[in-house]
């Protein structure tokens, strides 16, 4: 077997197992559980034994079914597995199969996104916990691996979390001004700082425009095949935020590229 397949067979085994502790993390850490010991069944609180826990095969073997009181494992725990080994393939094949770089974005970038996504979905809260440490750990990668004089790697992060945290800040005091209620999160505020911090203030101009057309689209056909209720629509905006980041790390260079291209200008230089 060549070197280079074995790394792709490292790439998504390591997917599958860090996408089953992601649905650890994304059950556990918005109820405030800690992260050690045994899974444990949501309905009858049996231990989960390791051969019905092996990412995406015991969902298979089981019938998505517990073994001891046959409730009903959510479908959603292998879907986290396969997308998290998908997206750790493609994020080796984004950093040119450089290993280091690989595992570097895989860990610090992809994996809380995934964790952020589905937490926002299930509960609407982003835990400071996922967002936070990855501001820090953002200026870090893009110093080490991106921009390698700090200067420059300084005005990349710290022009990101300026624009993607300050912006949003100032927008949702905005909101609470005129509308007396709260609008943004503050979790989707320490998300941008984040996602700012890894994809620099270029990355985030393109993730708000990106995300808000995504959230608008979502919402008008909410709105449209839902039944009427008084209550307002209330929509996670961090699955979208996350989904506008991914596609900008997986695909920036090429849309900007090619919009350039539109313009018949040649590409500003954008280093991500
Ligand atoms: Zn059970």
């Not at 826990?53 to 089981?62: A, D, E, H």
């Not at 509308?179 to 320490?190: A, L, P, S, V």
């Amino acid at each position: 077997m060549s070197a280079q397949s074995l790394i792709l067979i490292d790439a998504i085994l390591l997917g599958l197992v860090f996408g089953s502790f992601l649905n650890v993390c994304i059950y556990r850490i918005p109820l405030g559980m800690g992260l050690g010991g045994r899974s444990l069944c949501p309905h009858c609180k049996a231990l989960i034994a390791w051969y019905d826990n092996i990412p995406v095969m015991s969902f298979l073997i089981l019938g998505t079914k517990c073994r001891k009181c046959k409730g009903p494992i959510r479908f959603r725990y292998p879907l986290v597995e396969i997308l998290t080994a998908i997206l750790s393939l493609t994020t080796l094949y984004r950093e040119g199969f450089v290993f280091s770089h690989y595992l570097l974005w895989f860990f610090l970038f992809i994996c809380p996104l995934i964790a952020i996504t589905f937490t926002d979905i299930d509960h609407r809260v982003i835990p400071d916990m996922m967002s936070l440490p990855s501001i820090i750990t953002g200026i870090i990668a893009t110093l080490y691996f991106r921009w390698p004089d700090w200067e420059n790697a300084l005005f990349h992060s710290g022009g990101g979390i300026l624009l993607g945290g300050g912006l949003l800040l100032l927008l949702s005091q905005l909101y609470f001004l005129i509308r007396k209620r709260e609008g943004m999160g503050g979790g989707d505020i320490k998300l941008c700082a984040m996602l700012g911090a890894f994809l620099g203030w270029q990355g985030m101009v393109f993730v708000f425009f990106l995300s808000s057309i995504l959230a608008l689209l979502y919402g008008i056909i909410t709105l449209m095949t839902q039944r009427k209720t008084k209550e307002p629509l209330v929509i996670p905006y961090g699955p979208f935020l996350s989904g506008a980041a991914l596609i900008y790390y997986f695909y920036g260079s090429a849309i900007l590229a090619f919009y350039f291209s539109l313009l018949g200008r040649p590409l500003v230089p954008i280093t991500l």
